[in-house]
């Protein structure tokens, strides 16, 4: 059996460039949990949600990223960061290989407007392979509230849909109902990270293919960790596209040595 543990952080973060609080937040996941190997960041984790912070791709930011999947030999998913092509911007997902190259980058399809004004959505559904383990779908936060986007995903292949997401409305309760139901009706896992403090609610989760939320943890929870091992083999006989036995540990990690700061 194939084993792939992912790690969700959900950092309490400023807005501003957080580039090297988020360096040492994987290194410390990889020094006290060794044994996984995907880190997935919430949205726009790097920057917060200023567009004027939008940088071309590949550009400065991606190369910092890339040195922390090759330094601790990870595949890491950036969360976003918004994307400058010309005069149009994307918010975009970059995901890393252990060796530093990108395997994948993905806009998000449906910007959510009127907070994300001037953001352009992207056209295609992303995919990704994990040789050895299997297909990675990406979905950036209010990409997963519409259906077919992740059906979308799920013809390609996928079996895991990866979704950063910056949410501080009221509706991440409707969001986490999304969720379950996304995982449920496709039977894929859903890996959902939201950051915390100034920028977002908190609330991760990892849903399943019963629908069931295998973890979630609060905004104020800072000191709670979950790690949970759901079987892939519960959904092998549902869908055709099934290969050899897989299972996912999957960790959500609220760190607690920086409290939220107060964006000035």
Not at 44 to 63: I, K, M, Y
Not at 176 to 187: D, E, G, H, K, P
Request: proline share 6%; glycine share 8%; hydrophobic share 40%.
């Amino acid at each position: 059996m194939t084993h792939f543990a992912i790690a969700g952080l959900q950092l309490a973060l400023p807005r501003g460039d957080n580039l090297d609080r988020i360096a040492e937040e994987v290194r410390l996941v990889r020094r006290r949990f060794g044994w996984v190997d995907m880190v997935v960041l919430g949205e726009l984790s790097c920057f917060g949600p200023a567009t004027a912070n939008a940088q071309p791709l590949p550009g400065p930011a991606e190369d910092a990223f890339a040195a922390m999947a090759r330094e601790h030999g990870l595949w890491l998913v950036n969360g976003s960061l918004f994307e400058r092509d010309g005069d149009t911007i994307y918010n975009t997902t970059s995901v890393f290989a252990p060796d530093g190259s990108v395997a994948a980058r993905h806009r998000k399809i449906y910007p959510f407007y009127p907070y994300e004004e001037g953001v352009t959505g992207g056209a295609e559904p992303t995919i990704f392979d994990v040789p050895g383990v299997g297909r990675f779908g990406l979905a950036i936060c209010y990409d997963i509230w519409f259906p077919e986007v992740v059906r979308s995903l799920i013809w390609r292949g996928a079996e895991v849909i990866i979704n950063p997401v910056m949410t501080n409305t009221i509706d991440r309760d409707v969001e986490l109902s999304i969720v379950r139901a996304a995982a449920a009706t496709n039977q894929a896992y859903v890996v959902s990270v939201n950051v915390a403090g100034d920028l977002g609610y908190g609330r991760s989760c990892v849903a399943g293919p019963a629908g069931t939320g295998s973890a979630s943890r609060s905004r104020a929870c800072a000191t709670d960790r979950s790690i949970s091992k759901p079987s892939t083999a519960a959904l092998r006989p549902r869908r055709r596209c099934a290969r050899s036995a897989r299972s996912f540990s999957l960790l959500l990690h609220s760190p607690t040595r920086m409290a939220p700061t107060r964006a000035r």
